[in-house]
C-alpha cells in the first residue's frame, strides 16, 4: 500500500531540480551584468535618452545597466548583433525606426525585425528638425526649398544612417517639394552634427536633443520640424506639414530584445521599463532633450512596429528609394 505513494515522491523530488533550474534561468533581474545595446554613436540622440533611462532602471533594480554603443549601417549592425545574440534576458536593445520598419525593404539586412526581435515597450518618439548652417544665411523652408529648386543636386542633408527617418524625412521632402537635395548618411547625430556646424553639410534632419543646444546658440537656424504638430520645444518653428500637408516624419525608439527571450523576462522588463518611462523626473530629463516618453504593451508596440513597416515599405517601394 505504500508503494505508489513513494514512487509519487520520488518522481516530484527527480524534477525539483529541473524546476528549481528553469527558475533560475528566468530569474529577475539576471545576476549577469545588463547591457543595454545603442546602434549609433555616444552623444547622439538615442544615446542620449538610453542614458537618462539606464540610469533610472539601474537604480530601481538594484544593478548597473550598461549602455554599449555599436554604431554602424544605420544602427542595422546592432539590430542583427541583439537579434542572434544572448536570450537570456541580459541584453536590450534600444531600437530605432529605420532598422525596425525601413531598411529591410530597401536594403540586405541579418535579421528580421517582425520574426527575430521581440518587442518590450515604447520607448521616446520625437519628430527631427530640418536644420542649417547660420552661415548659410536661409532662414526659412522656404528659402530652402526655392535654393534647392535654383540648384538641384547642390544642397545635401545629412542623416543618422540609410534608412533612418532623418533619410527618409529627406526623401519625402524631396519627392513633395520636387527638389533634388542629396543624402549623406553617417553613423550617428553626434558626427553628423560636427560636420553641419562646420559648414561642411548644408543641412541636416536632426534630432532635438543633438540640435537644441546649437539652436539656442544660434549657431544652427531651425526651418521646420517633421511631426504633423509643432512641438512645445520649438513653438516657433513650423512643421513642414503647413508648407506641405501631409508631411509626417516621426522618429522613435523602442525596448526589444532577441526574439528567442523567455515571455516571463520580456514580460519582466516591460513592467521596469514603463515604471521608469512613467518616471516624473526621467520624464522631464527626457522633455528636456526634446524626447518625449511614450510607454506601452508588448503588444501595442509590436502591433505599431507591424504597422510602421507597411507604411515605410509602400512609401520606398513608391519613391524607388535605395541605398546608394
Not at 123 to 144: D, H, M, R
Not at 175 to 194: E, F, M, N
Not at 272 to 279: F, G, M
Request: with cysteine.
Amino acid at each position: 500500500m505504500q508503494r505508489r505513494p513513494l514512487i509519487a515522491a520520488a518522481a516530484l523530488a527527480a524534477c525539483l531540480p529541473l524546476a528549481h533550474t528553469g527558475a533560475q534561468a528566468q530569474d529577475f533581474p539576471p545576476k549577469k551584468p545588463i547591457t543595454l545595446v545603442v546602434g549609433f554613436a555616444a552623444g547622439g540622440s538615442a544615446d542620449i535618452a538610453a542614458r537618462v533611462i539606464a540610469k533610472k532602471l539601474g537604480e530601481n533594480i538594484g544593478q548597473s545597466v550598461i549602455v554599449d554603443n555599436k554604431p554602424g549601417a544605420g544602427g542595422n549592425l546592432a539590430h542583427a548583433q541583439v537579434a542572434a545574440g544572448p536570450a537570456d534576458g541580459t541584453v536590450l536593445l534600444f531600437g530605432s525606426i529605420g532598422p525596425l520598419s525601413i531598411a529591410p525593404h530597401f536594403m540586405s539586412v541579418r535579421y528580421d525585425p517582425l520574426k527575430d526581435l521581440a518587442p518590450i515597450t515604447m520607448g521616446v518618439t520625437f519628430p527631427n528638425v530640418l536644420v542649417v548652417p547660420a552661415s548659410t544665411g536661409i532662414k526659412t523652408l522656404g528659402e530652402f526649398v526655392a535654393k534647392a529648386r535654383r540648384e538641384p543636386g547642390k544642397l545635401d542633408f545629412a542623416s543618422t544612417g540609410p534608412g533612418s527617418a532623418a533619410h527618409l524625412a529627406g526623401e519625402l521632402l524631396n519627392d513633395v517639394a520636387k527638389i533634388d537635395t542629396v543624402h549623406v548618411p553617417y553613423k550617428g547625430g553626434a558626427p553628423a552634427l560636427q560636420d553641419v556646424l562646420g559648414g561642411r553639410l548644408a543641412s541636416f534632419y536632426a534630432a532635438p536633443p543633438t540640435a537644441l543646444p546649437h539652436i539656442e546658440s544660434g549657431k544652427l537656424i531651425p526651418l521646420a520640424t517633421t511631426g504633423l504638430t509643432r512641438p512645445a520645444y520649438l513653438p516657433n518653428v513650423p512643421t513642414v506639414a503647413e508648407t506641405f500637408p501631409g508631411f509626417n516624419a516621426t522618429n522613435w525608439y523602442a525596448f526589444v530584445a532577441s526574439a528567442k527571450t523567455p515571455k516571463p523576462l520580456l514580460d519582466r522588463w516591460n513592467t521596469e521599463l514603463v515604471k521608469v518611462l512613467n518616471s516624473p523626473e526621467v520624464r522631464e530629463n527626457l522633455l528636456k532633450h526634446g524626447q518625449t516618453a511614450a510607454p506601452g504593451t508588448r503588444e501595442e508596440l509590436g502591433q505599431f512596429i507591424a504597422a510602421e513597416n507597411t507604411k515605410w515599405s509602400r512609401i520606398i517601394r513608391e519613391r524607388k528609394i535605395t541605398a546608394d
